[in-house]
């Protein structure tokens, strides 16, 4: 993807005034007419600020355009970190095929590491994978925002296992009030009260009953 404000040579804050002026004065300075020693780079240096121009002194189109841009430079960074990430794994993964003064042999042969190695192993493993959830969240609300400014309706669907969890925990939550309900209608005091209270209930106590003989 190219970047217009480098075409131009302007700042990514800069306002419509400063690009136009700057606009004219590459075009001038660009133009195949201006450059007759070498007409095709004159031309292809031209077509490019004419393109850059065109789309940042359209308000909508930059708002666009800039939005594209910054999810470019969030995937850029989802990936740098993840290459990070990656490499910080690999000294561990090399000590473990290595011969190392805090390893010992066991009496069956391998080689087992002392408490320090899987202490520093786990923390890298947690390192690992919260910059790989912060990564893919800025990829994600970047992503989100660029769909937003551009007109798109985004709706978020919450992955599988969310959604699992959340069916799981609605069913916990039943399958509780069914218990409690059923250790208070046993209880012959609470008993005696709920069925006084069903006698005495008028519309309800005729509801229900009439809901009973037609099950």
Not at 13 to 42: F, G, M, W
Not at 150 to 166: A, D, F, H, T
Request: net charge positive; proline share 5%; hydrophobic share 35%.
């Amino acid at each position: 993807m190219k970047n217009y404000y480098e075409i131009l040579e302007v700042n990514e804050k800069a306002s419509l005034e400063v690009i136009e002026r700057v606009y004219k004065t590459l075009a001038k300075k660009y133009h195949p007419d201006v450059n007759p020693d070498n007409p095709k780079a004159a031309e292809e240096k031209f077509k490019e600020i004419s393109e850059a121009y065109e789309v940042l002194s359209d308000e909508t189109k930059r708002r666009q355009y800039d939005s594209k841009l910054n999810a470019q430079r969030q995937a850029q960074q989802v990936s740098s970190m993840r290459a990070s990430s990656s490499s910080m794994q690999s000294p561990y993964r090399a000590s473990t095929t290595s011969s190392s003064p805090y390893s010992r042999p066991s009496p069956y042969g391998a080689r087992t590491t002392t408490s320090s190695s899987s202490s520093q192993y786990s923390d890298l493993e947690r390192t690992r994978k919260m910059q790989e959830q912060m990564a893919q969240k800025a990829y994600n609300d970047a992503y989100i925002r660029a769909m937003k400014d551009m007109g798109y309706n985004v709706v978020y669907e919450k992955p599988l296992k969310e959604r699992l969890k959340s069916y799981w925990l609605i069913t916990k939550v039943i399958f509780t009030l069914i218990i409690v309900c059923v250790i208070l209608w046993h209880i012959p005091f609470v008993h005696d009260w709920i069925m006084d209270w069903y006698e005495g209930s008028g519309p309800f106590k005729a509801f229900f009953d009439e809901f009973l003989s037609r099950i």
